[in-house]
């Protein structure tokens, strides 16, 4: 099954890439890179001997979201908060992503 995994380029999501791969799924890293690095997505290939996809996008392009959900058969959404940010921020960065998320599941349950 292609699986895309949002947030996979970061800690939990690369986590969860390895897990997906090893058990014999295609994976789709969706990651816009900003509270994550691509050195994750090696170290995810070099631990499985497998490779995977990596898509550069913030999941609020909606076009660039429709096309992904479409080349896909499922979503994973692993994303975290950082800690390093101040207040202000982190009310932003999770309304942001809230708002990320709430935009796959509509994508993934429409026809």
């Not at 490779?51 to 479409?70: G, I, N, R, T, Y």
């Not at 908060?81 to 935009?103: C, Y």
Request: glycine fraction near 6%; aromatic fraction near 6%.
């Amino acid at each position: 099954m292609k699986i895309l995994v949002t947030g996979g380029a970061g800690y939990i999501g690369s986590h969860t890439a390895i897990v997906l791969l090893e058990a014999g799924h295609d994976v789709v890293v969706v990651d816009n890179l900003m509270n994550s690095s691509p050195m994750y997505l090696d170290r995810v290939r070099e631990i499985t001997g497998k490779s995977l996809d990596f898509v550069k996008c913030d999941l609020l392009d909606e076009p660039a979201l429709d096309a992904l959900c479409q080349a896909a058969e499922a979503a994973v959404c692993a994303q975290h908060q950082g800690k390093f940010w101040a207040m202000q921020d982190q009310i932003w960065t999770n309304h942001r992503k809230l708002s990320q998320v709430s935009e796959l599941m509509m994508k993934a349950a429409s026809p």
